[in-house]
């Protein structure tokens, strides 16, 4: 069973108790906009729509990039682990910023609906992943010994595949021009020719 990455549930909780708060935040504005509690106040509340968001977003790609290590060193891909909360719930929240300015309450409705999916999906997400390190780790993907990569572990380049004379593979059977050395070797051969013509007689 792989341990995961340090660090990685607190990213978790972190992100859940950021999203809690915008989710929150947001009912509490669209409240507000829609006159049903007053304000307590304008100067905290606007810190507050401003601080919040910033500090959720930076908390997402923490946790996300601690995720994506995690999976990726199990051998797995983020593929396996994605859920459709987490996809929603950023999709929302980019949704958000296209109402238009005179839908304040709907605008921070669906802004609160988008925080609650990014929490159900990060649990979802992240007991996929604690289950996808109980089981053993992917192995590497296996490699020809005479491929490029075998060959670059062994320290030497690949060996290439031999080619006759006339350009075709050679056989992997021995064959009786094999043992015939003017055929692969030029020296034999030229020394051959030549004994070949001090040997014809003149014309």
């Known amino acids: 069973m792989a341990r995961p990455p340090a660090g990685w549930r607190a990213t978790l909780w972190t992100l859940v108790t950021l999203a809690g708060a915008f989710a ?3 009912l509490l504005r669209a ?5 049903v509690i007053e304000s307590p106040g304008s100067g905290a509340l606007t810190a507050l729509s401003i601080v919040v968001p910033l500090a959720l977003f930076f908390a997402f790609l923490a946790w996300s990039n601690r995720t994506k290590s995690a999976v990726e060193a199990h051998g797995g891909t983020l593929a396996a682990v994605r859920n459709w909360a987490v996809a929603g719930g950023s999709l929302l929240l980019f949704l958000s910023y296209l ?3 005179k839908t304040p309450v709907a605008f921070h409705l669906v802004r609160a609906l988008a925080a609650l999916l990014v929490i159900v ?3 979802i997400l992240h007991r996929r992943v604690e289950r996808l390190l109980a089981e053993p780790a992917t192995p590497p993907a296996a490699v020809r010994p005479d491929g490029p990569q075998g060959a670059g572990e062994r320290g030497h380049l690949p060996q290439q595949r031999g080619v006759s004379t006339t350009g075709m593979p050679l056989s992997p059977e ?3 021009e094999d043992w015939n050395a003017a055929l692969w070797d030029p020296e034999v051969q030229r020394d ?5 013509r001090r040997s014809s007689p003149p014309a």
């Open 24 to 26: 929150a935040l947001s």
């Open 99 to 101: 109402l238009p300015m």
């Open 31 to 35: 409240a507000i906009d829609a006159d």
């Open 121 to 123: 999906g990060a649990w």
């Open 174 to 176: 021995p064959q009786p």
């Open 192 to 196: 051959i020719e030549a004994r070949q």
